[in-house]
């Protein structure tokens, strides 16, 4: 069975506008965690290339890469940190 184009299984003119906001907030809720995984997909890239650069040989990683693994990680927490606090400054100056 063929899934059909939403504009052909629902019509969404027939939606309460508490309904409608629902929606609303459930898509920007699922955005959101679209763009978390994809953070977190980016990070694990970056910093595994960055950091993991021997050859593997057990399940874990050596000191040294664990250590770096964790550096990285905690200097892009800290820039996303940082941007989101001056987005938000910027957003409250607008405001």
Same mark, same amino acid.
């Given at each position: 069975?063929?899934?059909?184009? &939403?504009?052909?299984?629902?019509? &969404?003119?027939?939606?309460?506008?508490?309904?409608?906001?629902? &929606?609303?907030? #459930? &898509?920007?809720?699922?955005?959101?965690? %679209?763009?978390?995984?994809?953070? @977190?997909?980016? +990070? /694990?890239?970056?910093?595994?290339k960055?950091?993991?650069?021997g050859?593997?040989?057990? %399940?874990? @990683?050596?000191?040294?890469?664990? /250590?770096? +693994?964790?550096?990285? @990680?905690?200097? #892009?927490?800290?820039?996303?940190? /940082? @941007?989101?606090?001056?987005?938000?400054?910027?957003?409250?100056t607008?405001?």
């Amino acid at each position: 069975m063929d899934p059909q184009p &939403l504009s052909q299984t629902a019509d &969404l003119s027939k939606l309460t506008d508490k309904d409608k906001q629902e &929606l609303q907030q #459930f &898509l920007v809720n699922e955005s959101q965690k %679209a763009r978390i995984q994809q953070s @977190v997909h980016s +990070l /694990t890239d970056i910093c595994w290339k960055k950091c993991v650069t021997g050859r593997i040989g057990s %399940a874990k @990683v050596e000191g040294k890469e664990e /250590t770096c +693994l964790q550096n990285c @990680v905690d200097r #892009f927490m800290d820039a996303n940190i /940082t @941007v989101l606090r001056h987005l938000e400054a910027m957003r409250a100056t607008s405001l």
